[in-house]
């Protein structure tokens, strides 16, 4: 899994010039690009497999399915199960 300390070793840098070029660029902390990205990946499973919670926090790098949920709900308001409820039944 990807951090943002490896993130500015590949690119050569040191993690707070990283962060302050990051944050130039793109109007965002790498830190919450990287957890939007881990988010829109957990919604990707949620929608396209039936993992368990636990397994999906995991993979996408939030390790615990409690770090999972409190970023899920604080990006998209709901929770994972709510979310994965939802689309199944949009589908």
Known sequence: LVT??????????????????????????????????????????????????EVIASRVGFGTAVNLRQHFRRETSMTPAAYRQQVRQLT
Request: charged share 20%.
């Open 4 to 53: 943002v300390r490896q993130l500015a070793r590949l690119a050569a840098m040191s993690p707070r010039t990283f962060a302050r070029r990051f944050v130039e660029a793109t109007g965002t902390t790498p830190l919450r690009w990287l957890n939007h990205q881990r988010i829109l990946r957990a919604q990707d499973l949620l929608q396209a497999t039936t993992l368990p919670v």
